[in-house]
């Protein structure tokens, strides 16, 4: 447990790491980084943290946890340098990606929902299907069907004889993935990397263990952000005791 923020006795650099499950040399780092603010000194040049630092460190790993180290420590920089609104605006960034993060996955958990009857047979299909067979029951052009290939969307097959494509049911569903995030408006990058989920769980059910994990981790970053934010206001009331103390 970190120290009482209260306390206003003097912390040296092993106390201050203890307290915090840390080596000695990661709070120097730390300080030298700019994610503490500069320690005092004693007269024989030793370092003497208070409970100002015990404060900014509890801000800096309770934003690691949500943001990131690159994004935490740089708003930790910005806050001791007096640019709070330049830290605000990283972790403005950093909310901005998770909200990014969280839309993605329910456009896939909507289009595999969707997907789900089409795979169990109940609608008809174009398994096995040519081109544009496929792209008239999708509603879309051919050239958007090799568009898609092109990206590792879709992989049919050459027939042996004709060396026309042919769509077979993974590829039918791969499609009609695709079309469904498209109407959503994903970019091809994006949308090839979920269709290579589905294909490595082996079909839209068994991705299901990975959906609920990854939606595990967008509500984990989101409660950790939501801390984050909390020890961030107690670190920032801090400064401001301690400037008026010292004013």
Excluded: C
């Amino acid at each position: 447990m970190a120290a009482n923020p209260q306390s206003a006795r003097k912390l040296r650099p092993v106390d201050l790491a203890r307290a915090h499950g840390l080596s000695a040399q990661a709070v120097r780092n730390y300080e030298a980084a700019g994610i503490l603010p500069a320690a005092e000194r004693t007269a024989h040049g030793y370092r003497v943290y208070t409970a100002l630092h015990t404060r900014a460190l509890d801000a800096f790993l309770a934003l690691l946890a949500g943001h990131g180290h690159r994004t935490a420590g740089s708003v930790m920089r910005a806050v001791n340098e007096d640019a709070l609104d330049e830290g605000l605006r990283l972790i403005d960034e950093s909310h901005a990606r998770l909200l990014d993060d969280r839309r993605t996955l329910e456009a896939v958990e909507g289009a595999l929902r969707d997907l789900v009857p089409e795979a169990a047979g109940d609608v008809p299909g174009a398994a096995g299907g040519f081109i544009g067979s496929l792209a008239a029951e999708l509603g879309v052009r051919p050239a958007t069907l090799r568009a898609w290939e092109r990206a590792g969307l879709v992989r049919p097959r050459r027939d042996p004889v004709t060396g026309y494509r042919r769509y077979d049911e993974d590829d039918v569903r791969d499609a009609r993935l695709a079309h469904q995030l498209r109407r959503g408006g994903y970019p091809l990058e994006r949308i090839a990397a979920v269709v290579a989920q589905v294909r490595s769980a082996g079909g839209v059910e068994a991705l299901e263990p990975a959906l609920r994990e990854w939606r595990d981790r967008v509500t984990a970053r989101g409660r950790a952000m939501v801390a984050g934010a909390a020890e961030l206001d107690a670190y920032l009331r801090a400064r401001e005791r301690t400037r008026k103390a010292t004013a």
